[in-house]
Nanobody, 126 residues
Framework: QVQLVESGGGLVQVGGSLRLSCAAS????????MGWFRQAPGKERESVAA????????YYSDSVKGRFTVSIDNAKNTVYLQMNSLKPEDTAIYYC???????????????????WGQGTQVTVSS
């Protein structure tokens, strides 16, 4: 049974940093894409970043490009999201997701993922 467990969320001031972790277990993820999504109150879920299990492919949404960094530690089966220069609009529940991928790499599409974590709250105060 696949499990994705996020951690690292919390309350931070504008301009601060947080690092989210997503520990994955339950199967071999060697061909998987690992994604980070977020959902703010009253808003739709949006893609934030993604990384192939090999680490060779990375994706960032325009809203976080240059501020967030996604990385992976294959030995620990853990994906990270380093978030710097945080803004109030980054406040949301952040979810980790895992998907098998396909012939086309579409990491921003939620439908590409079949396993989701429970989410971790990130609050940026001004």
């Amino acid at each position: 049974q696949v499990q994705l467990v996020e951690s690292g969320g919390g309350l931070v001031q504008v301009g601060g940093s947080l690092r989210l972790s997503c520990a994955a277990s339950g199967r071999t993820f060697s061909t998987y894409t690992m994604g980070w999504f977020r959902q703010a109150p009253g808003k739709e879920r949006e893609s934030v970043a993604a990384i192939s299990w090999s680490g060779f492919r990375k994706y960032y949404s325009d809203s976080v490009k240059g501020r967030f960094t996604v990385s992976i530690d294959n030995a620990k089966n853990t994906v990270y999201l380093q978030m710097n220069s945080l803004k109030p609009e980054d406040t949301a529940i952040y979810y980790c997701a895992a998907g098998p991928g396909g012939s086309r790499w579409r990491p921003q599409q939620g439908s590409e993922y079949d396993h989701w974590g429970q989410g971790t709250q990130v609050t940026v105060s001004s």
